[in-house]
């Protein structure tokens, strides 16, 4: 499956290099921002493309486009 998934930000999040509240934060998006899906887990996080590779942003927060 080719077709890229696009998420909005609902809140302003912190973007973290593992799927956990404990993991380094590497960046922080702004409420509306828009992100590439990866994968929604089901652990509560969503995978998405980061310019340095992949990052992970809690779900809570994503709504899917």
């Known amino acids: 499956n080719s ?5 909005k930000l609902t809140d302003t999040v912190n973007v973290r290099k593992n799927s ?3 993991a380094d934060i590497i960046g922080i998006l702004n409420k509306g ?4 899906v990866i994968e929604q887990m089901n652990n509560g996080w969503t995978k998405i493309k980061h310019p340095n590779g992949t ?10 486009q």
């Open 3 to 7: 077709t890229k998934k696009e998420g």
């Open 55 to 64: 990052a992970y942003v809690k779900s809570d927060f994503v709504e899917m």
């Open 33 to 36: 921002s828009e992100i590439e």
């Open 20 to 22: 956990s509240t404990s």
